[in-house]
């Protein structure tokens, strides 16, 4: 019998732990100084029930003033490997990914050196693996502001299920656990579920670390939160287990310094993550990854059609798209006269688009278009949506609402037809990764891991107009928008919002 | 005894209702038929993929013997054709094939190849359509105990190829109602007797509207038409010519269910 497919992001319920657990694990983390924090992190993983034998810990050593020292109470196959910095080679990210490249395991386990285990936390990040491919872990954590710096004291209350006893005084981040609880427990993250990616405590399979390339290199800091990004756009599980417990000694220096991890942050992370549409909206910049991918069949339509297809999908701030346009391109280099051109269409939009950077031209011969052949032209890369359209496509095509209403809906696939027999259809980018992974056809693939729909044009449209839609939606912005209303600078934020709209909708 | 078409079929009916309310249905019916009458089934085709595909389903007939009568129009039989047919021979099916010029319209194939055949029924069936195993058995099965002059099936499964989506439209109304007495049925799914067949001109001599033509007529002579259940005929909608729009969309509307790909069940023959 084959095994059923994984249904987006579903998993099993009350997974228990393994009896016999089979999985190698390599514990990683990464360190400058804190030899002190890091002897009770060392402590805490002695004290893990999951089998000894099983795990490695490697303890990066990214160029401490004093070099750092395994303390005496950690587990038996614990080494420091220097990391040697060069101007091209230092901090966290080259140094995990550079150190990760050489250990064999089959599970990573990141943590950060800062952090304080449960006995069975291990034990409960390996359940999943063991049950199957395809999850990023994601431990629970409480931050303390002072504690013990024994590593015996630690260990014994670990080791005798003291865990919980070892703080009276801890925090939770409410905007973390917010997300979590609203997403149920990420099993239907909207686009936004990513942010619960933190790196202090995660796993994963090595085969999927290696797949993914490890952490993005030029980032120095929030390369968890941009994993997280790639993870969730591979159609990969994150779980946040919240049996796998732990402390956080002190707190992390993004609560301490925001404003100028903000700064810093905010436009190294929004050009790899189109979800930060406020970031992008700041400014007209073009960003590395785009919200859309277009797949345009322009074969029978003009570049009056194109540009009404492709500013519609733009129109909105923050949101940018990248352009592959479908023809019979190679006709336009045989010979041909402006006064009696049968590709004068065609020529058009490529003398008007041809050095446009995110437009790209595809051959296409004069057959009829197979959905399957459509979905293999989109990029496998981390753009949320994807999206095919006939250039000649009959009626307004709006590329935004088809695309919120496939996530709204938690569709792989949502496709229009009109009465002229013109097909558009926007596709989920995870439910693409994961259904290309898969054997067999990505459009069957689609169907049976998060879902296939078509509509009529006009259902779509009637369902998307009249007095009753527009109150909702009204409604719904007044809501959301008028919560973050805090201070008298929110009122003012919020009033130049509701203005800017009301503005957009007058002019449109 | 309560009759079998009084079964509550309607929007709600879901699939595996639909299929065992129709399994009902064709078990009695089957248990009914004494002697199976002389069939024949005639079929005009234009392109060689889609003769193919219909040869290979026809081979697969649950129909004991039958006669085959094609009408080649503008085409010539290639080797694959040649191998199912001398396939379909062995397995007691005669088939006799006719050639017809370019200029030839539907209406006239399918009325010359009804008039040369010589069963006491005429089945049509169209080489781009997707027949169960038990789609002839059934439509037999259906007019000898409804004593009608024809019978057909409803349009309850439509695969859209554009979209590689099959779709299932099951209700009381339209097209979409099964086990009555109608004017309509899916012109892919008629059986019609020799005698009403006859008189009523066969299917005319029109390029379109063959089937309406011939279901008209007999419609018009007094004749009784029954609509079975659609389950066992998957009817489909081609590409189309790019200047040429058919509003396939249409069917997506108040549709029950929708599955990417051809509709997987034993009663279409795609399990």
């Known amino acids: 019998m084959t095994k059923k497919p994984i249904f987006r992001f579903e998993r099993p319920e009350n997974l228990p732990l393994v009896r016999t657990p089979t999985l190698s694990v390599a514990i990683i983390t990464a360190c400058r100084d804190g030899q002190e924090k890091l002897n009770l992190l060392m402590a805490s993983l002695a004290a893990q029930t999951y089998p000894k034998e099983l795990v490695s810990v490697h303890v990066i050593d990214d160029g401490s003033k004093t070099p750092i020292e395994i303390p005496a109470i950690a587990p038996k196959k614990s080494k420091v490997i220097r990391y040697k910095n060069t101007p091209s080679s230092w901090g966290k990210t080259a140094a995990t990914n550079d150190v990760a490249s050489t250990i064999k395991a089959d599970v990573f386990w990141f943590v950060d050196a800062d952090m304080v285990f449960e006995k069975e936390h291990l034990a409960h990040h390996m359940k999943w693996h063991h049950d199957g491919d395809g999850y990023a872990v994601l431990g629970w954590k409480r931050f303390v502001q002072e504690w013990d710096n024994s590593p015996q004291k630690a260990f014994e209350m670990i080791n005798f299920g003291k865990f919980a006893d070892m703080h009276s005084e801890s925090w939770v981040k409410e905007l973390w656990e917010n997300r979590i609880e609203k997403t149920a427990d990420l099993l239907h993250p909207g686009l936004d579920g990513y942010r619960s990616f933190v790196g202090a405590t995660f796993s994963i399979k090595s085969t999927l670390w290696k797949k993914m390339g490890g952490y993005r290199r030029e980032l120095v800091t929030g390369e968890d939160t941009e994993l997280g990004w790639r993870l969730f756009m591979e159609g990969i599980r994150i779980i946040p287990e919240r049996r796998a417990r732990s402390w956080h000694l002190g707190y992390s220096t993004v609560e301490s310094n925001k404003e100028l991890i903000d700064r810093h942050n905010q436009p190294s992370l929004a050009q790899y993550i189109p979800e930060m549409k406020k970031v992008r909206a700041r400014t007209s910049n073009s960003w590395v990854i785009p919200t859309y991918e277009a797949v345009i069949d322009v074969r029978n339509s003009n570049l009056k059609q194109l540009q009404s297809i492709c500013s519609g999908l733009t129109s909105f701030p923050g949101t940018q798209a990248n352009f592959i346009l479908l023809g019979s391109w190679s006709q336009l280099k045989k010979r041909y006269s402006p006064v009696s051109d049968r590709y004068g269409d065609l020529r058009e939009i490529s003398n008007w688009l041809k050095s446009e950077n995110n437009v790209t031209f595809q051959e296409e011969g004069d057959e009829n278009l197979k959905i399957e052949k459509i979905l293999s032209r989109f990029t496998n890369s981390p753009i949320p949506f994807h999206i095919f359209i006939d250039g000649d496509f009959d009626g307004d095509f709006d590329g935004k609402l088809l695309c919120d209403y496939l996530l709204a809906h938690e569709y792989g696939l949502v496709g229009l037809a009109t009465k002229q027999d013109r097909r558009a259809f926007a596709v989920f980018q995870p439910a693409l990764a994961r259904s290309i992974s898969m054997p067999g056809s990505i459009y069957q693939n689609l169907s049976a891991t998060w879902g296939v729909l078509w509509l009529t044009h006009e259902s779509f449209v009637a369902m998307h107009s009249g007095s009753k839609f527009r109150r909702a939606r009204a409604v719904n912005f007044l809501k959301r928008e008028g919560k973050k209303v805090n201070s008298p600078q929110q009122l003012l934020i919020f009033t130049k919002k509701l203005f800017s709209v009301l503005l957009h909708k007058a002019l449109k | ?271």
């Open chain 2, 1 to 271: 005894m309560q009759s079998v078409e009084n079964t509550t079929l309607d929007r709600s009916t879901t699939f595996s209702q639909e299929i065992e309310a129709i399994s009902r249905i064709r078990l009695l019916r089957h248990n009914k038929t004494r002697k199976y009458p002389a069939v024949s089934v005639v079929l005009s085709t234009v392109r060689p993929d889609d003769l193919t595909s219909i040869l290979s389903q026809i081979k697969l007939q649950s129909l004991k013997s039958f006669e085959l009568l094609i009408g080649l129009h503008a085409i010539q039989l290639n080797a694959q054709h040649k191998t199912l047919i001398s396939q379909l021979n062995k397995r007691g099916i005669k088939v006799r094939v006719e050639k017809y010029s370019q200029e030839s319209t539907l209406g006239t194939i399918l009325t010359d190849l009804a008039r040369k055949s010589s069963g006491d029924f005429v089945a049509k069936m169209d080489d781009d359509d997707y027949y169960g195993p038990d789609h002839l058995r059934d439509l037999v099965d259906a007019i000898i105990d409804k004593e009608a002059d024809v019978v057909g099936r409803a349009m309850n499964y439509v695969y859209l190829e554009p979209l590689e989506l099959t779709v299932r439209r099951f209700g009381v109304q339209g097209t979409q109602a099964v086990e009555l007495w109608s004017d309509w049925v899916c012109g892919g799914t008629i059986l019609v007797s020799r005698a009403a067949g006859e008189s009523a001109g066969w299917f005319g001599n029109g390029t379109t509207a063959v089937d309406r033509y011939l279901l008209s007529h007999v419609t018009e002579n007094g004749g009784k038409i029954w609509r079975t259940f659609g389950a066992g005929y998957i009817y489909k909608r081609g590409f189309t010519f790019h200047t040429y729009s058919t509003n396939y969309s249409k069917y997506l509307k108040n549709a029950n269910q929708q599955v990417v790909g051809l509709w997987q069940d034993a009663i279409f023959g795609t399990q």
